[in-house]
């Protein structure tokens, strides 16, 4: 039987060989591969090999049946499709056909995750209203972080199970710490702008992550994006801080964005007031005030820290979270969501 089936293959790829239209490709078929074709014909000698022989005979039958099987196809592709009506015309169908009309594959796309997404929007709003945008280390010492933003030694907010410090070497002069807030870039910008002499007058927002050790729930994470804001000027008052926040909610969550100021206290800033909007975190409840942040006029210690005259220059600073933002946005009941990850969240928004 052997034998028998490589006369069957070779005379099958020669005859294939000889095939030169789709009539011919489909009589090939019919004779070779068809139901009642040669190849299942030879299906039918097994049961006469004695056993013994007969796996390696099954084995040799698989071959040739796949052998052939293969070459058919291979064959049909040169020849364009293999129905016979691609090539009922004559030379012109002989060639693959290319269909221009079969839609094309929907390749997936990319796209930025969504607080990058907030952020770049973010910065863009305040860009409109004249804000650069400034970046700054993640690693920090507790002065930029704390002393010359005016929070004394002795303020609970520097506690060490409030913070993450960095264990040190000893010998290193100031503790180092994962920044717990944004406010540190206002030192850092003012330093670096002064020693150029690039102003002020200064006018940033600055984004990036912060760190503190809270507990993971709907509304807390240990890590998390806030955006800075500082602007230095002569004469700047409450009242260019509330323009630009209530313009700024206006541009970004559209016109009927209702937002209030409500005063608070916060070392760095003289007033000093919470920022809120009534937003619907919860598409099925209704809309609630939510603080996104805090806000005020800068203290004059912090301006004397980095070496302004207070009776000089004046500024305000705002400081929000970005994810409280993009939940407000978009209503996102949960902050977690944003970290998980899951497509299938990410691609709704
Ligand atoms: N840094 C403050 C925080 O993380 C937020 C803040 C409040 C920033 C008032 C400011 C500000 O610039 O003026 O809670």
Redesign the pocket.
């Known amino acids: 039987m052997l034998e028998e089936l490589d006369r069957l293959q070779s005379e099958g790829l020669k005859d294939l060989g000889e095939v030169s239209d789709a009539q011919a490709l489909e009589q090939w078929r019919i004779v070779f591969l068809g139901g009642k074709g040669r190849m299942k014909a030879a299906a039918g000698w097994l049961k006469d090999v004695p056993g013994p022989e007969k796996p390696a005979a099954g084995k040799r039958l698989n071959e040739v049946k796949n052998t052939l099987e293969q070459a058919f196809e291979d064959r049909k592709q040169i020849l364009g499709g293999g129905t016979p009506k691609a090539s009922a015309g004559g030379k012109r169908g002989t060639g693959p056909v290319l269909d221009l009309t079969e839609p094309g594959l929907e390749l997936p796309f990319g796209r930025r995750h969504i607080i990058s997404r907030v952020r770049n929007e973010l910065c863009e709003v305040f860009a409109r209203m004249g804000f650069e945008v400034a970046e700054e280390r993640e690693l920090e010492d507790d002065e930029h972080n704390f002393v010359h933003l005016n929070i004394p030694e002795d303020h609970p907010a520097r506690e060490p199970i409030d913070n993450f410090y960095i264990d040190e070497p000893d010998g290193k002069e100031r503790p180092r710490m994962l920044r717990s ?1 944004t ?1 540190t870039v206002q030192i850092r910008v003012l330093e670096d702008a002064i020693a150029k002499g690039w102003g002020p007058p200064l006018k940033f927002v600055a984004p990036g992550r912060v760190y503190r050790p809270d507990t993971v729930d709907a509304t807390h994470s240990f890590m998390f994006h ?1 955006i ?1 804001g500082l602007y230095v000027d002569r004469r700047v008052t409450l009242i260019d801080l509330k323009t630009t926040l209530f313009q700024f909610a206006k541009s970004y969550f559209g016109p009927d964005a209702e937002v209030r100021l409500r005063p608070s206290f ?1 070392p ?2 003289e007033p ?1 007031a919470e920022f809120d909007m009534k937003i619907r975190l919860n598409p099925n409840q209704p809309a609630k005030w939510v603080e996104l ?4 006029l800068v203290d004059p210690a912090v301006l004397s820290a980095v070496g302004l005259d207070p009776e000089e220059w004046t500024g305000f ?3 929000f979270g970005i994810e409280r933002i993009a939940m407000g946005r978009y209503s996102i009941p949960d902050i977690r969501l944003l970290y998980e990850n899951d497509v299938r969240f990410l691609r709704q928004i």
């Open positions: 807030q406010s806030q800075e916060f760095f800033t000093s942040g805090g806000c005020g600073a705002f400081g």
